[in-house]
């Protein structure tokens, strides 16, 4: 009796160990694109399933399964310079991204870009800032470099009618 309850302690444990093995194994694809721009997108699918996407190289294949974003940098060249934003979320609509067996997942993300303002008050106070949104929703952050240096702070003149600046200064990062 003893015997026989091992092989069927071994079997059942076998049959886990295989299925879990193909469930596993199963794979799926996806493709970045980013609007003309350069994308590395690193995904987390598990405990130990990282990978990274960029959108330079096709379909990459993954677990197929629910994947988690963790960081996206998107890099541009233009006249010249290199231009490079970064965000690890918000992620709006890639908060989830659901990976199918067999099956590609576009994901548009990047540019075109939108800028939002957003404005705080505090009594006698005002904080104007942005949000830089991308095409799923993802927010990323303002300070964007150029040549690997990143920007100094955009400034701000305030003009009336004829020219003449009323008030003028730098916005600061923070």
Known sequence: MKRTDIWISVGIIAVALAAFYFYTQRKGYIKVDAGGAIASLQLRSGWLSKATISSDSGAVAVPARACRPEQLRITKKE????????????WADLAQIKVKSRQTTLLRLGPPFLIRPTIQRSSSNVSIGLSIIGQAGE??????????????????????????VLAAGKFAYG
Not at 79 to 90: A, C, F, R, V
Not at 143 to 150: F, G, L, N, V
């Open 139 to 164: 927010q990323y952050g303002v300070r964007a470099t150029k040549d690997a240096k990143q920007l100094a702070a955009p400034a701000v003149k305030i003009v009336d009618e004829s020219g003449k």
């Open 79 to 90: 006249n010249g310079s290199t231009w490079q934003l970064d965000t690890t979320g918000p």
